[in-house]
């Protein structure tokens, strides 16, 4: 029998849902939840997620604020930028898109942004959290999606052996901090590029989170039958056939169906929840500021 699908859209406007209600009862108490996205330099991918997330905002009644600055800015105004909606109280969520141009220092310039503004979740101060077991913080976006997606499917992850293939600040430590937390409480092995016999150790998993960024990597004989398989990644490889020239390959080989019990659709999975996580962030912010 075929995967079932951990269908990421279903998931994402079930969370939708949701936050229109709590968008709407903040707006009832004068509240408008505010989002500031801040994009530098003219990566299409980015602009197309920017745009993503801007329209996602439009659709919830979000405020946002979309601030586009040339490749060439100098990371003195992208400063100047982060400690204006630091200061803003009208501005409850910072986020800046990643990758920023070569010449800037990306981590250093995250750090700058107000932790209860952090809406990516980057902020050492909320990784940190993160880290002492804290599950009810800004949480990174993308891994946060990731379990919300696995609870709606109903999958018990208690006593569970996951393998995370990465080790990324964004995607596979906070994945694997989270599913070892209390509440999901699953056995983690995190296996990264320098990781020995990784198809054995894919192999134990009764979850696989990938997220490396190599289009098909994971094999359907690297899975273990029945095993749960979320595939985070999003990579576009050279295909001739299609009009635009390429498509979306996730980390995932398709095969892997034919194995798993479940598994996470690319596109189609784990990219609106990352959306839908970064909008419930948003709001939470706004919640946080308002009932201080
Ligand atoms: P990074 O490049 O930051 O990290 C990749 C990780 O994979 C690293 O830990 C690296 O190991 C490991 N790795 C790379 N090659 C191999 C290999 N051959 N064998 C074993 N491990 C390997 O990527 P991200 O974490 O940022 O992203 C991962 C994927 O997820 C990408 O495809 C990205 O596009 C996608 N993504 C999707 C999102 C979504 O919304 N769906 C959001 C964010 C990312 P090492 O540390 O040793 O170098």
Redesign the pocket.
């Given at each position: 029998m075929p995967a079932q699908r951990l269908d990421g859209r279903a998931c994402a406007t079930e969370v939708e849902v949701e936050l229109l209600e709590r968008v709407s009862s903040l707006k009832d108490e004068g509240v408008e939840p505010h989002l500031a996205v801040i994009i530098v330099g003219d990566d299409p991918a980015s602009h197309v997620y920017v745009n993503s997330k801007v329209k996602t905002c439009g659709r919830l009644g979000i405020r946002s604020t979309h601030i586009a600055l040339p490749s060439s800015t100098e990371e003195a105004t992208l400063e100047h930028h982060i400690h204006d909606l630091n200061q803003r109280e009208d501005v409850h969520g910072i986020l800046v898109q990643s990758p920023l141009p070569p010449h800037m220092d990306e981590e250093a310039l995250t750090d700058l942004i107000a932790p209860h503004k952090d809406v990516d979740g980057f902020h050492p101060q909320n990784l940190g959290r993160l880290v002492q077991g804290r599950t009810d913080g800004m949480l990174p976006c993308?891994p946060s999606g990731v379990m919300r997606m696995l609870r709606w499917a109903n999958i018990d992850l208690e006593g569970k052996r996951a393998v995370v293939?990465?080790?990324?600040r964004?995607?596979?430590m906070p994945a694997a901090l989270l599913l070892a937390a209390r509440g999901a409480d699953a056995t983690v092995t995190v296996?990264?590029?320098?990781?020995q016999e990784?198809e054995a150790v894919c192999k134990e998993a009764d979850v696989l989170v990938a997220?490396?960024?190599?289009p098909d990597?994971v094999k359907a004989d690297w899975v273990k039958p029945g095993a749960i398989v979320v595939d985070?990644?999003?990579?576009r490889v050279d295909d001739d056939t299609r009009e635009r020239g390429w498509r979306l390959a996730g980390?995932v080989d398709p095969s892997v169906a034919d194995v798993a019990s479940w598994l996470s659709p690319v596109p189609g999975g784990?990219?609106p929840m990352?959306i839908a996580m970064l909008m419930e962030n948003t709001v939470r912010a706004a919640e946080a500021v308002h009932h201080r």
């Open positions: 993308t293939l990465g080790r990324s964004i995607v596979g296996a990264h590029s320098r990781t990784l997220a490396v960024g190599r990597m985070v990644g999003i990579n980390d784990v990219g990352t």
